[in-house]
């Protein structure tokens, strides 16, 4: 009887294990934008802004994201400001992604969120992506 117990909870928490990856990046639901109405979220440019999954909080089944941005130029800019203002950098990261492009992690903005707002993994050409290096 256990076994069968413990079979369903290893099936469960796999299956759960294989949509949510860590390292992956993930389209949040505009649902979660509109629920938690903060203007200090990032806009979700209708379900179109990759977010990445850093790490689960077991405590509370939640997910932590942190928003991307196309937008080198602008926050090299304010790298550069804190760096100069002898402040480290400590909130934002530009990085090469695997796709050969690259992406500012936008650290400061990280959020929670529960798996119910995870529309879908974030892909490319039909292939989730994530960071590898």
Partial sequence: MWEVF??????????RDIYIKILGFYIIKDEFFHDMNDPYLKGNKLESRPQYYCFRDT????????????????????????????????ILHIAKLDTGSESVFLIQDMFPVTEKYIKRPYTISGNHLKLTS
């Fill in 59 to 90: 405590s509370h089944e939640i997910y932590w994201m942190i928003p991307m941005s196309s937008k080198i130029k602008k926050y090299e800019n304010l790298i550069d400001q804190r760096i100069s203002d002898g402040r480290p950098c400590d």
């Fill in 6 to 15: 413990i079979i369903y909870i290893y099936i469960i928490i796999l299956k």
